[in-house]
């Protein structure tokens, strides 16, 4: 008579883009515990709307429950703190104990200041959707100071970093000023700016130059000012100092210019390439072959050396392909490299300005746009989000309105 294997046992850290794919798929084949320190999972592509009073923040936030309903997954709300690798436990910051055969490592990045002055301090990061709010809070309780004043007092924001999020994030704010915020008090939107601080030679240097271009003029066309080869020296209260000695004062600064793998990876003792977490081609944490990590937080290299994006594309197909590994290893077969296949980059600049490059098809404008919302819209998780999402985005399209504008943060 044939006996089944027993199911391997899988503690999954991190129900980010990574995690509940890898989640999903072992759930057929393993017993899986998802552990976060939130309860539900953040769409972090669409942060920047909430920021920019586009989309309500529950929008692009979904119940990590509701997700895993019917898969069997049990989740774990908490934090790591120890792995006992003797004993293959893992300790939670509840003081649970998780047994695992296999543990995979996928919490995602955080904000990287890059040893720059201030940037703790007097900047707002964009990773979470708490962060979202409070920059969303902070550019309308400026708004409504200046819609005080019947001056010349300008208000600025200050976006850096000329990646997608930072010109994503710029964008947005350009059209809330043009449109909702002009129909609201003209005088006072009319004293707004917002700049795009960027430290390289061009904006989304992963897009070829021409797209690059084509996005800096349409930012400008949307009244963004854009600084090139603009290194940020120190971050103070409402003035950016610049490395050549300049000043570019802002009120509001959002710092979009990085991330690093999450601390969390290093509390854990486990080895670092950078921030990120060691890995071999096969996705196995280095001297660690029971430990996978996958997403933001590996330091995967390409077959040229440089470590893989941190973008969710790569996440994903790293989730789907880790619980491949661990099938394999429980039929005894032997693992399998991990190979990137890039779908391409996109980035939105305003209504009907987008940017989309998969290899050397290039999109722009108008259907570019389509796209880019389309495919947004798939990936978001949760009926009722897709659903509140759509209805956002239909009243800001045909009324030019935003309906998210109100201050909601803490103070
Ligand atoms: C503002 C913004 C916009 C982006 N836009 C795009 C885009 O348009 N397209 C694109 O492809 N990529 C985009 N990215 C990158 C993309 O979101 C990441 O590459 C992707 O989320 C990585 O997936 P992950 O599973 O590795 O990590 P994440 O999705 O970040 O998930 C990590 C999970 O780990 C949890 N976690 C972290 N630390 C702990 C801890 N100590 N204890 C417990 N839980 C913890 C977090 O709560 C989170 O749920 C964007 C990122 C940001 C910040």
């Not at 006072?188 to 390289?200: D, F, K, M, N, Y």
């Not at 090139?228 to 802002?250: F, W, Y």
């Not at 949760?382 to 109100?406: C, E, P, Q, S, V």
């Amino acid at each position: 008579m044939q006996t089944t294997p027993e199911k391997p046992r899988v503690v999954i850290l991190g129900a980010g883009f990574g995690g509940l794919t890898a989640a999903k798929e072992l759930s057929k084949i393993a017993d899986v515990v998802l552990v976060d320190r939130h309860n539900f999972q953040t769409f972090l592509p669409l942060l920047y709307q909430v920021a920019s009073a586009g989309l309500a923040a529950d929008h692009v936030a979904h119940p990590i429950r509701g997700a895993l309903r019917k898969s069997g997954v049990q989740f774990r709300m908490g934090s790591p703190i120890f792995i006992d690798h003797k004993n293959k436990e893992i300790k939670l910051d509840s003081s649970e104990l998780l047994p695992f055969d296999y543990l995979i490592v996928a919490l995602g990045s955080a904000n990287a200041d890059f040893g720059v002055p201030g940037v703790v301090e007097h900047a707002l990061g964009m990773k979470s959707v708490t962060e979202a709010i409070a920059i969303r809070a902070q550019v309308m309780r400026r708004f409504e100071d200046l819609c005080r004043f019947e001056d010349d007092t300008i208000f600025s924001i200050a976006v850096v970093g000329g990646g997608p999020t930072g010109v994503e994030m710029a964008g947005a704010f350009a059209e809330l000023v043009r449109g909702p915020l002009t129909n609201d008090q003209r005088h006072a939107s009319e004293h707004i700016r917002v700049h795009l601080i960027e430290a390289g030679s061009r904006i989304l240097p992963m897009f070829s130059p021409k797209l690059s271009a084509r996005a800096q003029r349409d930012l400008e066309k949307l009244g963004v000012q854009v600084h090139l080869n603009t290194a940020v020296k120190q971050i103070k209260p409402r003035t950016i100092e610049i490395a050549n000695g300049e000043n570019i004062s802002a009120e509001v600064t959002v710092w979009a210019a990085g991330v690093k793998g999450e601390p969390a990876a290093a509390q854990l003792n486990l080895p670092l390439i950078n921030t990120r977490i060691d890995v071999e081609q096969t996705l196995q944490v280095r001297n660690y072959p029971y430990i996978f990590a996958i997403g933001d937080i590996a330091g995967l290299a390409n077959s040229q050396g440089r470590l893989l994006p941190m973008v969710a594309p790569v996440a994903m197909q790293q989730g789907r392909f880790v619980a491949q590994q661990i099938q394999r290893l429980v039929e005894k077969k032997a693992l399998k490299d991990f190979k990137y296949v890039d779908k391409g980059s996109m980035a939105t600049i305003g209504r009907h300005k987008a940017i989309v490059e998969v290899k050397k098809f290039r999109l722009v404008g108008i259907p570019a746009w389509y796209a880019w919302l389309f495919l947004h819209l798939f990936y978001l998780l949760g009926g009722r989000n897709k659903i509140g999402t759509m209805a956002d985005w239909t009243w800001n399209y045909l009324t030019f309105d935003r309906g998210n504008r109100h201050i909601m943060d803490a103070n």
